[in-house]
């Protein structure tokens, strides 16, 4: 169970003025990210503050830490944060507390200057190596909008409200935000067509999902007790898992997506911490009509990453609205308290079979979509299987996906009595598919 | 394209004499693995000849090699083999080269004594860094007596015959033969019953495949041409996919197969290259009827990988079995030149919309089944899903498999002109569930 403490406190301010007002990284966030300024310089661990960055490597080679937050941020100072995350809670704690101390208002001394960096001159890097990506398939409006593309009479599998459906993902492919992809080829089939073609994808889509990443991982053949899951869960992102729908129609039955999502997959530089987001928890209700989950599934606590309060945005921006100078047009927005499936439920399910999960894993929560439909968190369903394209607001028109469109999420947690706290964003331009 | 040399030649002799006969390892295989004789000793690079491991790390540190064949031994000589791999068919073959001279009965000179090591005194890890693991579904025969459990009178899906159909799979819980693992529990639904319940699986499979080791990565976005797929594949090993039947039929739809998969899945310790498999490759004449692959997938160099004649077989032994001094018993032999899909159409397949291979990713081949019943790689297809019982020679009887179950692969290759050359084998053995 992780408590709320002092660094939560919504009166905290810090010296480093930029962090006080709008700003997604206030100090009650801290967020961990790789970085570097220099392209000769190695990356190296940081946390936001502001519109700056707290170099780790440059702060753990001054005094002005000790003890268990020293150690923890010598492993956060490396270039991936693999060590930090398995090192465990009270690490990670320990690390935010000297932090939230350092950079308050209240401390009369400031860090040196050269522990901290401006994140408009930096750049980053995935924050740790990913050993497996695990894509879970969370909101049950996802699942039935999407289902009932295909099956309008049964859109919801049987399994759905038993099973925390998941599937293995593509590690090699993510990168953070920026990443820049081709628009995939691949074998589709038209459906009126009597062989399938080679081709550039032409229902390309994003999905609008929150990345959480695995801390201290699970030994093989030790399942993690749900009630233990919040030692293993390190934080959240934001993350797009790119989808050309196309070629999933026709390559995804009987082993799953394949092709149609390994393409490419970003995620947003920041890792907010599960600390950072213990006040904005929620409860899911889930109707009565729907079953209880199996016990190993059910939790004493209460649940007590529950469902998670993150406002969800999503952007477009096209070339001809770049070239016209036009900011990025809002196509939708979520929040992740819709998730059918809580994060401890994914962590538990994951290992009940004694799978092992390491340190810097990453699990997708799925597609976010809400109760309404202009809720949805991807193009497929904004324009119902691409029947009905959606219209901008400088007259285009689009399906899915063209060349050029730039796609940017964005999310955050506000709640009565703390402050506003931000991912910051994730965002992806698609290339045109190589000739 | 790998062409045939003087390491191939059968008349090539080791004065490690065990390699003369009737070894797994003679001169002409030289397979690699990471291997270490004592615990307290780093795990380094190895090649097998007879019944000895040439360590790699020793002969690195004598003056006996040079050039590009030093170099590929120093990177073999590594805990893992990543880097070895990352080389290219270049440094392969140079190191194999100058292998091949130094023990081979021709030289005037022994390696020095350190530099030999006791394969039956040897612990092994996985060869290399598995970045990501992917499945493939390869054989015909396995696809179809699959489907025809589940869809009698349509067993092939339509898109068999143009996609190599795969999926992502878990490179965690991977490891060597000799990995123990527990019966996973996880959730079913029996077919009659209306929720499903919580248990230890019931329907525990093996699945015969071979695994196939990426040797030089491919860069994000530039796919790999079917013609170039030599330079990019390492070599082959024993691959064995454990299964849980009744949790994938209740798990897989619509995203694939996750947790029936995900709890272990074991390699033989030796990964035979490319190169020593060059002698077996052998032709694949797909039925006239059958369509002709879109042009991604045609090679004009006749698909050098085609198929390869891998002779393969699956061994029994149960702990009554054990307990009396039986030897293990022969459930089934199947040869991997059945395969519909060939190494190379892998590869260019899984690349071709940009995605990444890195060195040290493995693929599986899929389960594979021969076209004869009796050649089956799986229980499920021996005992018809679990309805007709197979019975072993002691009479014991198994329609999947029980507690304390040894399975053990072999395979190996062999062709007029040329000596045989074997894989060893992957063994491992069921745990009852954990309470």
Redesign the interface.
């Given at each position: 169970m992780i408590t709320l403490n002092s660094t939560h406190d919504a009166n905290l301010t810090s010296w480093v003025t930029s962090a006080n007002g709008h700003s997604d990284f206030p100090i009650q966030n801290l967020p961990f990210a790789s970085f570097r300024i220099h392209s000769n310089e190695a990356f190296r661990g940081g946390v936001a503050i502001g519109d700056s960055i707290v170099d780790l490597a440059a702060l753990a080679s001054t005094s002005l830490l000790s003890g268990l937050a020293q150690q923890a941020a010598e492993a956060a100072a490396k270039p991936q944060l693999n060590e930090f995350m398995q090192m465990g809670q009270p690490a990670w704690s320990a690390l935010r507390a000297a932090l939230s101390q350092l950079l308050s208002s209240d401390n009369s001394e400031r860090l040196p200057a050269h522990c901290l960096q401006l994140q408009s001159q930096a750049h980053y890097q995935m924050p740790c190596h990913v050993?497996?990506y695990?894509?879970f398939?969370t909101s049950i409006h996802h699942a039935t909008a999407v289902?009932s593309l295909f099956r309008p009479d049964n859109p919801l599998?049987p399994?759905y409200k038993?099973?925390p459906?998941?599937?293995?993902?593509?590690?090699?492919?993510l990168?953070v935000s920026g990443q820049a992809?081709?628009r995939?080829?691949?074998?589709t089939?038209a459906p009126d067509a009597s062989?399938?073609?080679?081709g550039p994808c032409k229902r390309l889509d994003y999905e609008l999902e929150m990345g959480i990443f695995i801390g201290q991982g699970n030994e093989?053949?030790h399942?993690i007790d749900i009630d233990d899951s919040h030692q293993h869960v390190f934080g959240m992102c934001l993350f797009n898992d790119w989808s050309?729908r196309d070629?999933q129609a026709?390559?995804?039955?009987?082993?799953?997506?394949?092709?149609s999502k390994?393409?490419?997959s970003t995620i947003s530089p920041w890792i907010v911490t599960m600390e950072a987001l213990a006040p904005y928890r929620s409860q899911y209700l889930r109707p009565e009509s729907d079953?209880t989950p199996?016990?190993?599934l059910c939790s004493d606590n209460n649940d007590e990453f529950g469902s998670m309060d993150i406002e969800l945005e999503c952007f477009i921006q096209t070339e001809t609205m770049r070239a016209a100078g036009e900011a990025p047009q809002r196509l939708s927005r979520s929040n992740f308290r819709h998730s059918y499936w809580t994060i401890a439920q994914m962590v538990a399910?994951?290992s009940?079979?004694?799978?092992?999960?390491?340190a810097g894993?990453l699990l997708g929560s799925g597609t976010q979509s809400g109760p309404e439909a202009e809720e949805a968190g991807s193009l497929l369903e904004l324009s119902k299987g691409g029947k009905q394209a959606i219209t901008l607001a400088n007259g285009e028109q689009r399906s899915f996906l063209a060349d050029g469109d730039t796609i940017t999420f964005r999310g955050h947690c506000e709640r009565q009595g703390f402050v506003r706290i931000g991912f910051g964003q994730v965002e992806s331009t698609v290339l045109p598919a190589?000739s």
């Open positions: 050993g497996d695990t894509d398939y289902g599998l399994n038993w099973v459906i998941g599937y293995h993902g593509r590690a090699s492919s990168d992809f081709h995939p080829s691949g074998q089939k062989t399938p073609s080679f093989f053949g399942p050309a070629i026709w390559e995804y039955q009987p082993l799953g997506p394949f092709l390994s393409f490419a079953p199996l016990p190993y399910h994951h009940v079979n004694g799978c092992n999960l390491r894993d190589k």
